[in-house]
Structures are given as C-alpha cells and as structure tokens.
C-alpha cells in the first residue's frame, strides 16, 4: 500500500512559536505538495517541490516555509505561529511526469494556535 | 489562471437516491479532471479521474464524463449508501503546472 504520512493527527501550538509539521513518502515520488483545508474554501497549495532542495510558493506562501532535504521527506514550517494559521494541513506525493499523474494524500495534521 | 467551481453544499439524500454533484472547469490547453473523497477524520482518495474529453471515470458506483464543450466534469452515482457520505472535492491537474487545483468541496450527508 503506497503511504503518505504525516507525523501529528493534532497538535495545539501558542501564538509565535515554531511549528515543524513533517511528512514522509515511501513511493518514491518526485514532487511533494502542502496544502491547507478550511471550510469554505477547499484546499489551498502553500508550497510545493519537485526535487530534493528545491521549491516552489503556491498560492498562499505567507507566513510559511518548507524544507526537503531527503527525496522522502518534506516539512513545513511556520516560523511564528498565528492564531490564523489553525488550520487542517495536508501532505500529498505524486510521480512526476505527465499532468494527470494522481496525488495521495496524508491523513491530515489538524493545528490550533493558542 | 486554472479554477475549478463546484455546487455549493450541504447536500443531503436519502439512501438509494440518485446524486449529481456539479464542477465545472477553466483552464488553459487540454488538463486532466479527478474527484477526489475525503471521509469523516481522514485525508484525500482518489475516486475517479479522466484524462481526455468524452473519457469517463468510474469507480464505486459513481462515474464522471470529461466534457469540453461544456467544460464540466459532473459526479454522478445511482443510488447512494450512507457510507457515501463525505466531503467531494473536483479537481484539474494542468500541463503549466504540478499541482492539483481543487474546488471548495462538497458535503454529502446521506441519510437512512
């Protein structure tokens, strides 16, 4: 079974603190993806990568940032916690190659900021 | 830029009803079309996809047309069960970009 996973289900955070929330692969993907869920407002790309080391900011970079130092594992950060960033935060993992390539999800790491 | 507009919900069915979920799409050049299931706690499955016009993806029961003349990717299920209920979520994978664009999802609450 390919695998997406993602280290917190939950985790609650105070305002200003550094949050690493981690991700991990094992279907040997090349590109790796952030987004974040909020009612009303479906999903929305934060960062993305397409090779170790390499980024790219989607649509609402801000107050983020993301590391891939290994091929299997991307993490993503926020340098100082907000109470607008609770969130729920999706990993995904898709082959690279043509654009119909489908993604696979992580379960999900549901934040609050205190 | 690539958008996808899907039906607002709450949708709520009785069991054995037949569902409709509507998502049309703008995009650029010839993108690839998925729904995508999210169940109560849990992340993002894939439930169907279709890569070209007039292809049409299955799978549970539930199936979608890719449409270009009407740029629509409709879900659609004969008779739905209450383990259908769920959050729906169509999405387009375009060839300028990496990532999936979704729309903002819809709820299914399926009632016995």
């Known amino acids: 079974d390919v695998k997406v996973t993602q280290s917190s289900r939950y985790l609650v955070k105070r305002t200003g603190e550094k949050v690493f929330l981690e991700c991990v692969q094992d279907?040997?993907?090349?590109?790796m993806f952030w987004y974040r869920q909020d009612p009303g407002l479906g999903l929305r790309l934060i960062y993305f990568?397409?090779?170790?080391?390499?980024?790219e900011k989607g649509d609402i970079p801000e107050g983020y940032s993301v590391s891939r130092e290994k091929k299997e594992r991307f993490s993503l950060i926020l340098e100082s916690a907000s109470t607008n960033q609770t969130s729920m935060y999706l990993c995904a993992s898709s082959l690279s190659g043509p654009s119909w390539t489908e993604a696979f999800f992580g379960q999900g790491t549901r934040l609050t900021v205190v | 830029g690539d958008s996808v507009t899907q039906m607002e919900g709450p949708v709520t069915l009785s069991e054995e009803a037949f569902l409709t979920i509507n998502c049309t799409y703008t995009?650029?050049?010839?993108?690839?079309l998925f729904w995508y299931v999210q169940y109560p706690g849990e992340g993002l499955q894939l439930l169907l996809k279709a890569t070209k016009a007039d292809d049409k993806g299955s799978n549970k029961g539930f199936e979608a047309t890719y449409r270009k003349e009407t740029t629509s990717f409709h879900l659609e299920k004969g008779s739905v069960q209450v383990s259908d209920s769920a959050v729906y979520f169509c999405a387009l994978s375009s060839n300028s970009g990496y990532a999936l664009n979704f729309g903002k999802g819809t709820s299914l609450l399926v009632t016995p």
């Open positions: 279907m040997d993907h090349e590109n």
């Open positions: 990568s397409y090779d170790v080391k390499m980024k």
């Open positions: 995009a650029t050049g010839y993108p690839s």
